[in-house]
Every structure is written in structure tokens, then in C-alpha cells.
């Protein structure tokens, strides 16, 4: 059963803004890590970015770091992700998954996506 409905995507040109939600259901949302991964058209996914449940500050990939900010709403149980000066290589479809760091990269390289975790939502950044 999916779990997550992402949305927010869009085509954008270099140096735009977007920003992406995810709405969980997990009735423990407030609990759950959460994380944003992506996936460009054949390439291997990456992870983006993790709100761990328990802690404040978020982790970013080195990719995004600086560019991307990472929120949720518990109230709401949703996710955010703020994305700036976007680059033709943050061009994917972007995933929220319920796993948090550091297992979320181990997830990914195993794994992969996981169709559970919604059908995701595509930005593609071009000029």
C-alpha cells in the first residue's frame, strides 16, 4: 500500500526554485524518519536529504547542501522540501521514503525505490 503522495515538481530553468511535499499517511508519522531520495532517468537513486523523528537538524547530500532545505509539519504529516538554484543535474523524479539516516543510502544501493514509497513527483531543470 502507498504510503507517501508526492507533489510540487516541475519544469523549471537553471537557478529556478521549487519546493516539493510529500504527504505520509503512517498514523506515526511524528515518529518517522523521513527522508527525500531521486532517481534520474537511468541512473542509479540518490538520497537528498533526512529528518530523523528525534533530532532537529537534517542531513544533506553534498550535492544539495547550501541549496536545499529539508521541513516537516507532523500536524500535518507532511514533508517539504525547499529546493534552490536548481542545476539541469537535479533533474529526476524525487521519492520521499520512510527511512532515516544512515540506512537510507544502504536502502537505496540494495534496494532501490521502493514502489510503496508513492509514484513520486519529476523535476526536470533545463534551459
Known amino acids: 500500500e502507498v504510503q507517501q503522495v508526492e507533489s510540487g515538481g516541475d519544469f523549471v530553468q537553471p537557478g529556478g526554485s521549487l519546493r516539493l511535499s510529500c504527504a505520509a499517511r503512517e498514523s506515526d508519522f511524528g515518529t518517522t524518519d523521513m527522508s527525500w531520495v531521486r532517481q534520474a532517468p537511468g541512473k542509479e537513486p540518490d538520497w537528498v536529504s533526512t529528518?530523523?523523528?528525534?533530532?532537529?537538524?537534517?542531513y544533506y547530500a553534498d550535492s544539495v547542501k547550501g541549496r536545499f532545505t529539508k521541513s516537516r509539519d507532523n500536524a500535518k504529516n507532511t514533508l517539504f522540501l525547499q529546493m534552490n538554484s536548481l542545476q539541469p543535474e537535479d533533474s529526476a523524479v524525487y521519492y520521499c521514503?520512510?527511512?532515516?539516516?544512515?540506512?537510507?543510502?544502504?536502502?537505496?544501493?540494495?534496494?532501490?525505490?521502493?514502489?510503496?514509497w508513492g509514484q513520486g513527483t519529476p523535476v526536470t531543470v533545463s534551459a
Open positions: 521514503a520512510p527511512i532515516g539516516y544512515p540506512a537510507i543510502p544502504i536502502v537505496l544501493r540494495t534496494t532501490g525505490i521502493d514502489r510503496a
Open positions: 529528518i530523523n523523528s528525534g533530532e532537529g537538524s537534517p
